[in-house]
């Protein structure tokens, strides 16, 4: 008998929905919210507001897109965590009641584990055991993966995470939200060695962005002269703006070097430490081109065998959720209506 999943993603600001059938992404539907970007951020308030409102019209598109009906569903997978805790309970929430409505099972997800799990999505898949780097704006992992349902962290940032350092640095350069696409575009442009940044001396397989912020902040508050606070080397706010508006593409582009440059070495002591050659990207920024286009350059030099998932499978979308319910529906890792959604959780 095939196996029907309906998944819910609403962790952050997109309210997705999708409906898997043995694995085979039927549809998968994402509501944008543009509300946020007048306040340079995602507000968490006006978030949960929006996927409230959102959360109905998209599983019904996603559902006759699959030209599914809800009697043929097996199974309703949703994001627990981790989240924005209004949005995750908006989902959650509708989950839990679709499901007693139904009498369907119920299947809880880890956001991060579905990222991971967004590679088993096309056609070519890694085989396991792989390792997967998964970058987002909140979390920056490897991940070892011995099977869809056991999987282990084995690296990840002691303090910022690779897809906040691409966003504030946009801020600090005074580029609107979301800053992260618009350091990509510009990088396209510009001279990745014009301007040289630190590399964290982090020990093992961790990742570590606070630093490299800090050395962006002086070196834009000095206009270029250096990457240290020194007051003979302070800007005015003119000279700061005129050397950013004259420098732009080669900022961004040294930037963007730096973070792939510190994300993929880790990769590469992964790789090395554990003999695994499958390595896989995951996550929001792994729709990044300098990295995706690095991270195969990378595979070919290493003779890594390697996997990046389709653009709309790397951003916030409920196909991971879908992917992933369907492989906990095989393994019996159901949840019950006890179940809460959580802003943090571990694996």
Not at 6 to 22: G, K, N, Q, W, Y
Not at 191 to 206: C, D, Q
């Amino acid at each position: 008998m095939p196996v029907t999943i309906l998944a819910i993603e609403s962790s952050c600001d997109e309210t997705s929905a999708a409906v898997c059938r043995d694995g085979k992404i039927l549809s998968n539907f994402i509501a944008n919210q543009t509300v946020h970007e007048q306040y340079g951020g995602v507000v968490p308030e006006l978030a949960s507001r929006a996927h409230m409102q959102h959360i109905l019209p998209v599983v019904d598109a996603a559902l006759k897109k699959a030209d599914i009906t809800l009697d043929e569903i097996d199974a309703i997978a949703f994001t627990q965590s981790p989240g924005l805790i209004g949005s995750l309970l908006v989902g959650s929430q509708f989950a839990k009641s679709l499901s007693l409505a139904l009498g369907k099972p119920l299947i809880a997800v880890h956001h991060m584990q579905a990222h991971v799990l967004a590679n088993l999505i096309d056609e070519h898949k890694p085989s396991f055991p792989f390792l997967c780097l998964t970058v987002s704006g909140g979390h920056t992992q490897i991940v070892l993966c011995e099977s869809p349902v056991n999987m282990k962290v084995i690296g990840e940032t002691i303090d910022d995470a690779a897809g906040e350092a691409f966003d504030k640095s946009a801020k600090l350069l005074g580029l609107p939200y979301p800053g992260g696409p618009l350091i990509d575009k510009y990088a396209k442009e510009g001279n990745p060695k014009r301007f040289s940044f630190p590399e964290p001396r982090i020990e093992g397989l961790n990742f570590s962005f606070s630093g490299l912020k800090t050395s962006i902040l002086y070196f834009l508050q000095n206009a270029g002269k250096s990457n240290l606070y020194k007051e003979e080397f302070a800007a005015t706010e003119e000279e700061k703006k005129q050397f950013i508006e004259e420098n732009l593409p080669d900022i961004c582009a040294s930037i963007q070097h730096r973070i792939i440059t510190i994300l993929l070495n880790k990769v590469k002591k992964a790789a090395a430490e554990t003999g695994i050659h499958d390595i896989c990207l995951a996550g929001g920024v792994s729709a990044n081109s300098g990295l995706r286009a690095a991270f195969t350059e990378a595979g070919k030099k290493y003779n890594w065998n390697t996997f990046i998932p389709t653009f709309q499978y790397c951003t916030d979308n409920a196909g991971m959720i879908a992917i992933t319910g369907y492989y906990k529906y095989l393994a019996g890792q159901f949840a019950d209506l006890s179940v809460s959604a959580a802003a943090r959780a571990t694996w």
